[in-house]
């Protein structure tokens, strides 16, 4: 599985909708994440920043992650987002031994 937070930028229509629906964002995009074989972390809102929510998934692969923001964007409400694939400190452990292990086999460039 594969750790993703994506920040998501509202339609000014779409927070419209929102504030006066009754509409659960949370719960839509737990519903996306788990119909591609993943599971919804966290949804959060975000005060004073340039999106205006940021959810966290585990997910699949890429390919899951990248169909999921495909259906959530194609339905007009978000305006932009941004990607931050997340690693947790096991995987940081592991990089580490892979760096330990190829170091030596990497030279840079020479005149």
């Not at 964002?25 to 996306?32: I, L, Q």
């Not at 941004?82 to 020479?110: C, F, N, Q």
Request: aromatic share 8%.
């Amino acid at each position: 599985m594969a750790l993703y937070m994506l920040m998501i930028k509202y339609t000014p229509q779409a927070i419209k909708t929102i504030v006066e629906g009754d509409s659960d964002r949370e719960e839509v995009a737990r519903a996306v994440c788990e119909a591609a074989g993943g599971k919804l972390i966290g949804f959060y809102g975000l005060l004073g920043q340039e999106h205006h929510v940021a959810l966290i998934a585990d997910m699949p692969s890429v390919s899951e992650y990248v169909g999921t923001v495909l259906a959530a964007t194609m339905g007009g409400a978000i305006e932009s987002f941004k990607t931050i694939p997340m690693y947790s400190s096991a995987e940081s452990h592991k990089a580490r031994d892979v760096y330990k292990k190829v170091k030596g086999s990497y030279a840079p460039p020479s005149n």
